[in-house]
């Protein structure tokens, strides 16, 4: 079965830290674009970061820089977020998503149930 | 890295159509064909529904369509049906290579 089911997520302290996984089964991994996608509570959707099918080519939204790492490991099939400095704008829930399959498409066809990261004193 | 502009809500009665707007700029919606449509219903994840401004993936009923006129996309539903009932959210590729969402829209069927 196709899937992506994430991990990590809880309750931290402001300038706290948490690394989010994802674990990818079902697909070759290794040949999609991956992102982070969250939703803060009763919110829309927000792109986070993508990273690239080798590894390379990480970008995040402006509010994350400097502060989030994605990467990955295609030999464990699995994607991470490395959250620093966290704030409570930072609270929400973390979805890991999936690239669409092609050179010449953008779109993410799989999504993670989502994990949960509250940031509160 | 402005959200893409999506109304609210809108509403419609059962096998009625509706239309759900985003509006981008020259830099996103405007400048690519790289705009997707996700649905997401209460407590659910994300589902693609369009992808590159009119494609449909495979599984998804042929009552939604969607396009592409300048700055702003568009999804139209037809025939709604009582399961149509969620959010509704546009995502663009932009001139950073980064995404960019929109606010979402709430559809409710009457």
């Known amino acids: 079965e196709v899937s992506l089911v994430e991990s990590g997520g809880g309750l931290v302290q402001p300038g706290g830290s948490l690394r989010l996984s994802c674990a990818a089964s079902?697909?070759?991994?290794?040949?999609?674009?991956m992102s982070w996608v969250r939703q803060a509570p009763g919110k829309g959707l927000e792109w986070v970061a993508n990273?690239?099918?080798?590894?390379?080519?990480?970008l995040y939204v402006d509010s994350v820089k400097g502060r989030f790492t994605i990467a990955r490991d295609n030999a464990k099939n699995s994607l991470f977020l490395q959250m620093n400095s966290l704030r409570a704008e930072d609270t929400g829930v973390y979805y890991c998503?999936?690239?669409?399959?092609?050179?010449?498409?953008?779109?993410?066809?799989?999504w993670g149930q989502g994990t949960a990261v509250t940031v509160s004193s | 890295q402005s959200a893409l502009t999506q109304p609210a809500s809108v509403s419609g009665s059962p096998g009625q159509s509706i239309t759900i707007s985003c509006t981008g700029t020259?830099?996103?919606?405007?400048?690519?064909?790289?705009v997707s449509w996700y649905q997401q219903h209460p407590g659910k994840a994300p589902k693609l529904m369009i992808y590159?401004?009119?494609n449909r993936p495979s599984g998804v009923s042929n009552r939604f369509s969607a396009s592409k006129s300048g700055n702003t996309a568009s999804l139209t539903i037809s025939g709604l049906q009582a399961e149509d009932e969620a959010d509704y959210y546009c995502c663009s590729y932009t001139s950073s290579s980064t995404r960019v969402f929109g606010g979402g829209t709430k559809l409710t069927v009457l």
């Open positions: 020259s830099s996103d919606v405007g400048r690519y064909n790289y």
């Open positions: 079902g697909f070759t991994f290794r040949s999609h674009l």
């Open positions: 998503s999936r690239g669409i399959y092609s050179i010449s498409s953008v779109g993410y066809d799989l």
């Open positions: 990273i690239k099918e080798d590894g390379g080519g990480e």
């Open positions: 590159d401004v009119s």
